[in-house]
């Protein structure tokens, strides 16, 4: 069974007169389609998780679609015939760290806006995710096997010292020429299972930026403690 159920994508991208994008509806409708996705799901699955509708942006802000002004009136919108908001009738919060032309460096920066946008909401204290991240087909062709595998690895080791609950890499096997890390050197999959499973477990004690911009990290894991170099 599926267990977590992220409603809707990246719903404060406004449509343009070329593309509807993923939503088009009103904060009121999103509301009462998430109070429906709640009821409906968890009386087939108690268990379920309810992710919020995610919303991107989150390091060029700017515009009608700033996430730190729809997030915050998303969650607080209210459902039809009141009584509740959308915030209650979600289990996590859900977001999309797309750094677009900045650095990975910028990911405790976009979180802090998004905890902050959460904390207008009153939810400060909910589970927060990154359900979908990755270098997008612009950046991907321009990046070499070494840039594109050193991102990954910083972004995944940069998200886990924010506390969130997970990071989704997206995509896995895209078409070649186009977004997932499948496609190039098969080393690059190697690599990063390889310090997935080194931090599986572990915690990060300590991140810093030395002189030659390596980040240089620190992790306990039980009993043991070890060092890595991004």
Not at 144 to 164: F, P
Not at 203 to 230: E, H, P, R
Request: charged fraction near 15%; glycine fraction near 10%; include cysteine.
């Amino acid at each position: 069974r599926i267990l977590h159920w992220e409603v809707r994508n990246e719903v404060n991208i406004a449509p343009t007169a070329t593309r509807a994008f993923f939503w088009s509806g009103t904060k009121q409708q999103l509301a009462d389609e998430v109070k429906a996705c709640n009821q409906t799901i968890k009386a087939i699955i108690p268990s379920a998780l309810i992710l919020a509708p995610s919303c991107v942006g989150w390091g060029t802000l700017g515009g009608g679609n700033d996430p730190t002004v729809y997030t915050p009136a998303m969650l607080t919108q209210a459902v039809s015939g009141g009584g509740s908001v959308l915030s209650d009738w979600i289990d996590w919060m859900t977001v999309h760290l797309y750094y677009l032309a900045n650095a990975p460096s910028i990911i405790p920066t976009m979180v802090a806006r998004v905890r902050a946008a959460m904390a207008t909401a009153g939810i400060s204290s909910m589970p927060l995710i990154d359900s979908e991240s990755g270098i997008l087909d612009t950046q991907y062709t321009s990046y070499t096997d070494a840039r594109y595998l050193k991102n990954m690895l910083r972004h995944t080791v940069l998200c886990a010292t924010q506390g969130m609950v997970g990071s989704v890499w997206y995509a896995y096997d895209g078409a070649a020429g186009s977004i997932g890390f499948m496609r190039r050197d098969p080393t690059i999959a190697t690599q990063y299972l390889a310090l997935i499973r080194q931090l599986s477990g572990a915690t990060i004690a300590k991140l810093v930026q030395v002189s030659d911009g390596t980040l240089v990290g620190q992790y306990t894991k039980g009993a043991t403690s070890g060092t890595i170099y991004l």
